[in-house]
C-alpha cells in the first residue's frame, strides 16, 4: 500500500519561511517523479515543483520559481519542499505527488498524500 505523508506546514507571516516534507512508502522511491501541489480554497489544484527520479532534474511554477527549492533523498525516501519570502498567495493546501514520469505528474496522476495545510498571513 502507497502512503504519502506530508509534514511541516503551519502558519507564518509574509516573507517566511517553511520547509515541507514528504514521506514515502509502499513504492520503489527512485523510480518516481516526486512533486507538489497546492489547492487554495475556490480554486483549482496546481503544479508547484517536481523532481526527476535521480534528483538532478528540477521544475517549478512560475508562481514560486527563485522562492522555492524542491529536494529529495532517496535513501530515506523523502522528497522536500523549501519555500521562502513567502506571500499571502501562497496560501493552500499542499499535496505530494508520485508519478512515473513528469507528463503523468503534469497530468496529476499517480499517487497523493492527504495534505498540509500553508497559511501566509500579510
Known amino acids: 500500500q502507497v502512503q504519502l505523508v506530508e509534514s511541516g506546514g503551519g502558519l507564518v507571516q509574509a516573507g517566511g519561511s517553511l520547509r515541507l516534507s514528504c514521506a514515502a512508502s509502499?513504492?520503489?522511491?527512485?523510480?518516481?517523479?516526486m512533486g507538489w501541489f497546492r489547492q487554495a480554497p475556490g480554486k483549482e489544484r496546481e503544479f508547484v515543483a517536481a523532481i526527476s527520479w535521480s534528483g538532478r532534474t528540477t521544475n517549478y511554477a512560475d508562481s514560486v520559481r527563485g522562492r522555492t527549492t524542491v529536494s529529495r533523498d532517496n535513501a530515506k525516501n523523502t522528497v522536500s519542499l523549501q519555500m521562502n519570502s513567502l506571500k499571502p498567495e501562497d496560501t493552500a493546501v499542499y499535496f505530494c505527488?508520485?508519478?512515473?514520469?513528469?507528463?503523468?505528474?503534469?497530468?496529476?496522476?499517480?499517487?497523493w498524500g492527504q495534505g498540509t495545510q500553508v497559511t501566509v498571513s500579510s
Open positions: 505527488n508520485a508519478a512515473t514520469s513528469l507528463q503523468s505528474m503534469v497530468a496529476q496522476a499517480g499517487y
Open positions: 509502499g513504492l520503489a522511491f527512485s523510480r518516481y517523479f
